[in-house]
């Protein structure tokens, strides 16, 4: 199993930046697939970017490609989000998650998740 905790999130004008960060907890960490997924007021969660084992591969959500950035640091199981240049749009609960698969932007595809962290962007 792999336990999840995220940090890093708050609040920040329009333009901004924020740093999301999740540690996990396992020995296997480096065998998942690692996403970060978002929820917004009224609205379904939603795929944002997602890393593979090594972190040789990034996939995102378009309307994040060039203003989010998601990386991985197997050896202190953590997973990172940078996000840059943040719009009000970008507010919501962000969810790490971890898969077993070697791809997915599917939410019912990933194992095991956080508690989530609120990120909150102001005009």
């Known amino acids: 199993q792999v336990q999840l905790v995220e940090s890093g999130g708050g609040l920040v004008q329009a333009g901004g930046s924020l740093r999301l960060s999740c540690a996990a907890s396992?020995?296997?960490?480096?065998?998942?697939?690692m996403g970060w997924f978002r929820q917004a007021p009224g609205k379904e969660r939603e795929f944002v970017a997602a890393?593979?084992?090594?972190?040789?591969?990034?996939y995102y959500q378009d309307s994040v490609k060039g203003r989010f950035i998601i990386s991985r640091d197997n050896a202190k199981n953590m997973v990172f989000l940078e996000m840059n240049s943040l719009k009000p749009e970008d507010t919501a609960v962000y969810y790490c998650?971890?898969?077993?698969?070697?791809?997915?932007?599917?939410?019912?595809?990933?194992?095991?998740w956080g508690q989530g962290t609120q990120v909150t962007v102001s005009s």
């Open positions: 396992g020995r296997t960490f480096s065998s998942y697939l």
């Open positions: 890393v593979t084992r090594t972190g040789g591969i990034t």
């Open positions: 998650a971890a898969s077993g698969r070697s791809y997915s932007r599917s939410r019912s595809e990933y194992d095991y």
